[in-house]
């Protein structure tokens, strides 16, 4: 039985897909649940070019405002399928969202971590990477990751 699910969001489908899994699995099983939204790193981006005149502090409060709604629209979710979710919005300059969520997963518990997935493979992979295939890689947490086709189609668990 699980008592503490944690669950990944960033406005996704495939994290929809979970969020909805991650609801029904917590109502089920009377688990508390905490949604998750990390904040990447936007210095990466400018990186490798000149940054003069862009605000960056513009920038942070827009993925902070963006995040926040991801929340409450992930919240409105959990919500209306009956569980009282708690929300973070997780800051993590410099780290990778992957590290991120396993330390939120162990900080705060969680003995399940529910995430969707892309399941991108080949050069779309090696150029994107993977958050799910990180989180796996480095939790002791079990995970349920869902996966959706690239066409938005729902596939099986």
Known sequence: MYTQILTPVDGSGPSEAALRHAVRLAKEQGARMRIVHVIQDPYWYYAAGDVSG???AAIER???ETGRAV???SAAIAREGGA???LALLEEPGRATC???V???SRWGADLIVMGTNGRHGVEHLLLGSVAEGVVRLTTVPVLLLRTGHEGRRAHA
């Open 54 to 56: 862009v605000d960056i």
């Open 103 to 105: 330390d939120e997963a």
């Open 99 to 101: 590290d991120a969520l």
């Open 71 to 73: 929340l409450e629209a």
């Open 62 to 64: 827009a993925w902070r």
């Open 84 to 86: 009282d979710p708690e």
